[in-house]
């Protein structure tokens, strides 16, 4: 066997004072010039040290205990804090949705109303785009026309809400696409003055689906109906203040029809 | 979790309650972290310098009873500096002594009543990595390092003989050895 062999004996027979005679000698001069050696003894030496206190060695293994279950405990409050912010973000992405459903002109509003044009086209199925308007659509207000300040602002205005709009006057009556395409109601300049509801139907030689948009007489975007399905389209005639009022009807952006129709009071003012 | 007074906290540490060395976890630890991690130290340093501290603490009130003139939190506090400013000023020396250090290292030894932190540091190393090994071989070594023979070794452990108890002490200790010359820690020791 080679002294190198001998070696892990060496270095523990060495730190142990057990070494002796030849063996001592050959070691020792194994060790004068060999740094890696050197280093192994004092290893060797500073573990025999180090670990014979065992009180310590009991101290130390309830302090890594103590880390362990504190990196446990911690990591369970990152995972319960993680959770807690989770519903945090959750509860507010409710309210924020809620919110802008709750908007006239909300966007989750506009999509949840296109969803219901595509099973039936009803009173309370477009998008009310006029905050003036908004009040008075829908269930709430059907029965009620128009409160006395708002009458009193009617009267005030009454002659600018029939002003024509010069631009859109000239497309009125246009059919502008080749394909077939008839508009029944409204005919013509049709005044809506009794009628409870504002119909509006029309005939085509597709069966794809048609949007149906009013404006105001300033060029104001008041409803948009999303696509249609059920034709007629049947508007309360209580959402419109008495004016001059236009109308497209659309399909992928094209425009098919320009028409305009009245709403005027009972006094057919 | 019980509220520990300084006292109870010397007398709690000195029979290694290990509620009290987590109450001393949570009180204690903020303590390391001011100030290894205003010190260019990271979350690793605090937990050794941590770890440490309680190791001298213990060491103070294993023998005798300490007095205080200050709290507890105070004096762990201090002990905790010492041990990072030594150790900071260890590593950078280690790091760049060949380009910026030119005086004897021996100037620069603390005073006899600072810990001598590399000296803690090579003890936790040393005692992490013999808490990693295989139960029976914790207990071949600690037996061995208690000055057990191998032939009462052999006997306790149920070896057949004190041969087998040698070789396993060998093979052991080789373990450990491997253990941690292989630990990045051990450059700067």
């Given at each position: 066997m080679s002294n190198r062999e001998h070696l892990p004996e060496w270095i523990a027979m060495y730190n142990e004072k057990t070494l002796m005679g030849d063996d001592l000698k050959a070691f020792l001069k194994m060790l004068e010039n060999n740094p890696a050696l050197q280093r192994e003894v004092k290893l060797d030496e500073e573990l025999n040290h180090d670990l014979e206190d065992e009180d310590l060695i009991d101290l130390r293994r309830r302090i890594l205990a103590a880390s362990e279950s504190r990196l446990k405990n911690n990591d369970i409050t990152r995972k319960l804090l993680l959770l807690a912010a989770s519903l945090v973000i959750l509860l507010a992405l409710e309210i924020l949705i809620n919110h802008l459903c709750s908007r006239p002109d909300g966007l989750t509003r506009k999509l949840n109303l296109a969803e219901k044009n595509a099973v039936q086209t009803t009173q309370e199925s477009f998008v009310m785009k006029h905050p003036g308007l908004e009040r008075q659509s829908g269930k709430t207000n059907s029965h009620h026309i128009l409160?006395?300040?708002d009458k009193a602002g009617i009267d005030n205005s009454l002659a600018v809400n029939f002003r024509p709009d010069p631009v859109f006057e000239g497309l009125v009556g246009v059919y502008t696409r080749s394909e077939y395409f008839r508009l029944k109601t409204p005919a013509g300049q049709h005044r809506f003055t009794t009628e409870k509801r504002i119909l509006f139907d029309w005939e085509s030689a597709s069966d794809k689906r048609f949007k149906l948009i009013i404006l105001d007489n300033t060029g104001n975007e008041l409803i948009d109906?999303?696509?249609?399905?059920?034709?007629?389209?049947?508007?309360?005639?209580n959402l419109f203040k008495p004016g001059l009022f236009y109308f497209k009807v659309i399909r992928n952006e094209d425009i098919l029809y320009f028409g305009k129709?009245?709403?005027?009071?009972?006094?057919g003012k | 979790m019980v509220f520990y007074s300084d006292d109870e906290i010397l007398t709690g540490l000195r029979e290694k309650d290990p509620d009290?060395?987590?109450f001393l976890y949570k009180e204690f630890l903020p303590v390391a972290k001011s100030i290894?991690?205003?010190n260019s130290g990271n979350h690793e340093d605090t937990e050794d310098v941590f770890q440490d501290g309680i190791i001298v603490l213990y060491q103070k009130v294993r023998g005798s009873k300490i007095l205080l003139n200050c709290s507890l939190k105070t004096y762990f506090y201090s002990i905790c500096s010492k041990i990072w400013m030594q150790r900071l000023d260890r590593k950078w020396r280690i790091q760049y002594s060949d380009r910026f250090v030119h005086e004897p290292v021996?100037?620069?030894?603390?005073?006899?009543?600072?810990?001598?932190?590399?000296?803690?540091?090579?003890t936790r190393i040393y005692q992490i990595h013999f808490l990693t090994l295989p139960e029976d071989c914790q207990k071949v070594l600690k037996l061995f390092l208690c000055k057990t023979t191998l032939k009462d070794i052999a006997i306790i452990m149920g070896f057949r003989d004190e041969s087998y108890a040698k070789t396993r002490k060998y093979l052991c200790k080789n373990m450990l050895r491997k253990r941690i010359l292989k630990d990045p820690r051990c450059k700067f020791l």
């Amino acid at each position: 066997m080679s002294n190198r062999e001998h070696l892990p004996e060496w270095i523990a027979m060495y730190n142990e004072k057990t070494l002796m005679g030849d063996d001592l000698k050959a070691f020792l001069k194994m060790l004068e010039n060999n740094p890696a050696l050197q280093r192994e003894v004092k290893l060797d030496e500073e573990l025999n040290h180090d670990l014979e206190d065992e009180d310590l060695i009991d101290l130390r293994r309830r302090i890594l205990a103590a880390s362990e279950s504190r990196l446990k405990n911690n990591d369970i409050t990152r995972k319960l804090l993680l959770l807690a912010a989770s519903l945090v973000i959750l509860l507010a992405l409710e309210i924020l949705i809620n919110h802008l459903c709750s908007r006239p002109d909300g966007l989750t509003r506009k999509l949840n109303l296109a969803e219901k044009n595509a099973v039936q086209t009803t009173q309370e199925s477009f998008v009310m785009k006029h905050p003036g308007l908004e009040r008075q659509s829908g269930k709430t207000n059907s029965h009620h026309i128009l409160n006395d300040a708002d009458k009193a602002g009617i009267d005030n205005s009454l002659a600018v809400n029939f002003r024509p709009d010069p631009v859109f006057e000239g497309l009125v009556g246009v059919y502008t696409r080749s394909e077939y395409f008839r508009l029944k109601t409204p005919a013509g300049q049709h005044r809506f003055t009794t009628e409870k509801r504002i119909l509006f139907d029309w005939e085509s030689a597709s069966d794809k689906r048609f949007k149906l948009i009013i404006l105001d007489n300033t060029g104001n975007e008041l409803i948009d109906t999303g696509p249609v399905l059920v034709l007629p389209v049947s508007l309360d005639h209580n959402l419109f203040k008495p004016g001059l009022f236009y109308f497209k009807v659309i399909r992928n952006e094209d425009i098919l029809y320009f028409g305009k129709f009245f709403v005027e009071d009972q006094s057919g003012k | 979790m019980v509220f520990y007074s300084d006292d109870e906290i010397l007398t709690g540490l000195r029979e290694k309650d290990p509620d009290c060395i987590r109450f001393l976890y949570k009180e204690f630890l903020p303590v390391a972290k001011s100030i290894v991690e205003r010190n260019s130290g990271n979350h690793e340093d605090t937990e050794d310098v941590f770890q440490d501290g309680i190791i001298v603490l213990y060491q103070k009130v294993r023998g005798s009873k300490i007095l205080l003139n200050c709290s507890l939190k105070t004096y762990f506090y201090s002990i905790c500096s010492k041990i990072w400013m030594q150790r900071l000023d260890r590593k950078w020396r280690i790091q760049y002594s060949d380009r910026f250090v030119h005086e004897p290292v021996e100037e620069y030894q603390s005073n006899e009543n600072d810990p001598d932190e590399a000296k803690l540091e090579r003890t936790r190393i040393y005692q992490i990595h013999f808490l990693t090994l295989p139960e029976d071989c914790q207990k071949v070594l600690k037996l061995f390092l208690c000055k057990t023979t191998l032939k009462d070794i052999a006997i306790i452990m149920g070896f057949r003989d004190e041969s087998y108890a040698k070789t396993r002490k060998y093979l052991c200790k080789n373990m450990l050895r491997k253990r941690i010359l292989k630990d990045p820690r051990c450059k700067f020791l």
